[in-house]
């Protein structure tokens, strides 16, 4: 599975600017540095982490403490994985409640059903049974489209008709899927901008909703974002999470031409956990993030 991982993620922009830095700059010097600057601003790992993390190496290669390039490159990835550490908590489902229920959230076009339906497989796949709900009330072919890759994948959807408020689907869903003893429980939401006040405001009333059927609930406000986006990814976690506390990402898209650094912007800013990574369109290609996995295929 690594090796896999690394060879999807070895044409991303931070792997190959990563990746080439040795070869450039075989001397331990103050180009070295400034390569490895250039690589991570580029590959949208942004200027603030990227100041800390070159400020932390700079002054460790001016008291002489790397011998070689190669010293350096090992202190690199130390840093990287740190910096990863506060988001590396993979969602865990134990039975504690029943259902549990995961709220999903974001933007449009992110990948936000593509990984429902991937979540929902390897569920599945654990013994976990599950019920969907069809909360992307704006859409009525959202709707179908959910109902029918259901009835494929042997998975519950349950729909209200077209217009239907989101925040009254979302309760029925939870008590459907209360009384009928289900293990888990997956809302979907329509995908919306970040910057439309009125449909944030409802993602919130949605929140509140599900808690008056479960207190406890939701178990997981899990939002996806498109790897892609680069830095504007912050400003649309910043405006869900206002909204309804984000407590997972998903970040997809990773594979191709991604930039992938922003998923050290993330952890930086946020320290949100994130629990899965996209890298393709293929079930097998949502994957548990793994901090280890993932630096170590974007380093050389
Ligand atoms: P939604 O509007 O957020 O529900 O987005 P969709 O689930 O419809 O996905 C939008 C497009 O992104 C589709 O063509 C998906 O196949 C694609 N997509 C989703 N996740 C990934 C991924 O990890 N990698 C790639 N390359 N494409 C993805």
């Known amino acids: ?18 990746g080439g830095l040795f070869s450039r700059h075989p001397k331990l010097d103050e180009d ?31 008291a002489r403490e790397f011998a070689d390039a190669r010293a350096l490159l090992i202190a690199l990835r130390i840093e990287l994985l740190a910096m990863l550490a506060p988001v590396a908590k993979p969602l865990v489902i134990d ?14 076009g992110v990948g936000k059903t ?31 489209q959910l109902k029918i890759w259901g009835e494929r994948n ?9 217009n239907a408020d989101a925040a009254s689907v979302a309760f029925d869903a939870v008590q459907a899927a209360t009384s009928r003893g289900f293990d888990i429980l997956i809302a979907d939401t329509a995908g919306r901008l970040h910057t439309q006040a009125g449909l944030m405001a409802e993602l919130g009333k949605i929140r509140r909703v599900i808690a008056k059927v479960d207190e406890s609930a939701p178990h997981e406000v899990l939002m996806v974002i498109d790897g892609t986006t680069g830095q504007n990814a912050l ?15 998903v ?31 293929k079930p097998e290609d949502l994957r548990i993030f793994d901090r280890e996995a993932f630096v170590d295929a974007l380093l050389p």
């Open 1 to 18: 599975a690594r090796e896999a991982m690394k060879e999807t993620l070895a044409t991303s922009l931070l792997a190959r600017s990563l």
């Open 32 to 62: 070295l540095l400034d390569d490895i600057e250039t690589a991570l601003i580029s590959a949208d790992v942004g200027v603030p982490a990227t100041t800390d993390l070159l400020g932390k190496l700079r002054k460790r290669m001016n």
């Open 95 to 108: 039975g504690t409640h029943k259902p549990f229920t995961i709220l999903t959230v974001g933007v449009n």
């Open 114 to 144: 593509t990984t429902i339906g991937k979540l929902a497989r390897r569920f599945q796949e654990d013994g976990h049974s599950l019920m969907l709900a069809a909360g992307d009330t704006f859409r009525a072919a959202a709707v179908e």
């Open 154 to 162: 042997n998975v519950v959807v349950i729909a209200q008709g077209q």
């Open 235 to 249: 400003n649309q976690l910043r405006a869900f999470h206002q909204a309804v506390t984000v407590t997972g990402l």
């Open 251 to 281: 970040v997809t898209k990773l594979d191709g031409t991604a930039k992938g650094g922003v998923v050290f912007a993330l952890a930086r800013e946020f320290a949100i956990p994130i629990r899965y990574i996209g890298l393709g369109e």
